[in-house]
Nanobody, 115 residues
Framework: QVQLVESGGGLVQAGGSLTLSCTAS????????VGWYRQGPGQQRDLVAG???????DYGDFVKGRFVIFRNNAKNTTFLQLNNLRPDDTAVYYC?????????WGRGTQVTVSS
């Protein structure tokens, strides 16, 4: 089993930046794909960014070059850099990881963007 803990969320003004961190209970090299999803109030959970074990990254259409996902297989943390934030980016951001055929989720970190 894998435990994931997110951190780095908070309140930021539109146009600002945040760096989210996801710390896993095992080193990244032992995980398959890892990624971030988000869920706004009354909305479905959407893919923000994902990165394969080999480093290939994928992003949600709404990202439009504003966010970057980092993965270091030598360590147990992955990061999501959020730039040029907009009020509609307000959501709970969840980390997820694939390990031995199962998907694991963290409890999320709140990001609130004020206008």
């Amino acid at each position: 089993q894998v435990q994931l803990v997110e951190s780095g969320g908070g309140l930021v003004q539109a146009g600002g930046s945040l760096t989210l961190s996801c710390t896993a209970s095992i080193v990244m090299a032992n995980l398959g794909s890892v990624g971030w999803y988000r869920q706004g109030p009354g909305q479905q959970r959407d893919l923000v960014a994902g990165v394969s074990h080999g480093g290939s990254a994928d992003y949600g259409d709404f990202v439009k070059g504003r966010f970057v996902i980092f993965r270091n297989n030598a360590k147990n943390t992955t990061f999501l850099q959020l730039n040029n934030l907009r009020p509609d980016d307000t959501a709970v951001y969840y980390c997820t990881a694939h390990y031995l055929g199962h998907d694991y989720w963290g409890r999320g970190t709140q990001v609130t963007v004020s206008s």
